[in-house]
């Protein structure tokens, strides 16, 4: 299975503006892609779903045993899986690298491209580099430098070669695709206009400044993943209402697909922009988001809040993150 992984030396690196570039311009290519993000991450798939326009994965290596990771990562592979990691490569639970995405690199066999950035630096990202790839055994294969020059890419790249190091490209300071941060990470893809523009424009940089040609060499991995297949059975016929709009939108791909695999048929509805929950809803799921930045219109939204009101307390099942 084709595989790559995008990681990066810290949070703010780059990962997701370098990994949603690749991605754009594979899709570009017309090549079947697939993607997958390392750890409990929700914000970030959703960008990479606007990009490919089919959903995004994750691949968890705390929530999840090794076999489920690998059985997951198979199940959901188009022609090209890539992978985004989570924080610093080595970071992962409590001082440990218990959920990291070096860990999940181990755990998958993947080969690893590592993002740097640059700001404020030239000579000295080389030795970040070398005490990445040294630290510990790792799949490092090569390097992408984010916020660089094209001079200076010249430099660092030679600098590469001479240790071993293959250098796969560069990422100029690109201003008008800047994303913006919040807590619990970047803003949401559906909050940004313009944002498929946009993806392309990261495209074409992609094309222009980074070696997506090798990036496919790398990822022809033959080292096959073991897992064993689950054998789902179809065991309801209910209907779920599923909260989906601005204010609720953190969901796992794979847990929906789940419900549905068991006979769950998702009813999708806003709490925002609609007056009561779906009629012929049996269950009622309301995943986590930012409904605190909505938080007047959900106010308002009376006739809503008495709908979900009156479906608990006449004993509908429900989950509310």
Not at 28 to 46: E, H, L, T
Not at 266 to 288: H, N, R
Request: hydrophobic share 40%.
């Amino acid at each position: 299975m084709r595989r790559i992984m995008i990681a990066g030396t810290n949070s703010g690196c780059g990962k997701t503006t370098v990994t949603c570039a690749v991605l754009q311009a594979l899709v570009n290519r017309k090549i079947n892609v697939s993607s997958f993000k390392c750890g409990p991450d929700y914000i970030d798939p959703m960008f990479h779903k606007t990009v490919i326009g089919t959903a995004a994965y994750n691949l968890d290596t705390y929530l999840m045993s090794n076999d489920t990771v690998n059985y997951l990562l198979n199940k959901n592979s188009g022609d090209i899986a890539v992978i985004e990691g989570v924080m610093g490569f080595y970071d992962g639970f409590s001082f440990t690298e218990k959920g990291s995405t070096h860990e999940l690199s181990e755990i998958t066999d993947t080969d690893v491209i590592l993002v740097v950035n640059c700001h404020g630096m030239s000579l000295s990202a080389m030795a970040l580099v070398k005490g990445f790839k040294e630290f510990r055994k790792n799949n490092i294969k090569g390097f992408i430098f984010n916020n660089l020059s094209e001079k200076l890419y010249g430099n660092l790249s030679e600098e590469c070669r001479k240790i071993g190091l293959i250098p796969l490209g560069f990422l100029p300071n690109i201003k008008d695709v800047q994303i913006s941060s919040r807590h619990l990470g970047l803003v949401t893809a559906g909050e940004i206009d313009g944002i498929k523009d946009k993806m392309n424009l990261l495209a074409d940089y992609a094309e222009k400044y980074i070696d997506i040609d090798k990036i496919l060499e790398i990822s022809e991995n033959d080292r096959d993943t073991k897992f064993t297949s689950l054998e789902i059975t179809k065991k309801y016929n209910v209907k779920i209402a599923v909260a989906y709009d601005r204010a609720f939108c953190f969901y796992y791909e794979d847990n929906l697909r789940l419900l549905e695999a068991y006979g769950g048929k998702l009813v999708w509805f806003s709490p925002l922009g609609q007056e009561k929950i779906p009629e012929e809803a049996d269950a009622l799921l309301l995943g986590g988001g930012y409904p605190e930045l909505c938080a007047r219109q959900l106010s308002e939204n009376v006739s809503m809040r008495n709908s979900i009101r009156e479906a608990i307390e006449n004993g509908m099942p429900s989950v509310a993150e």
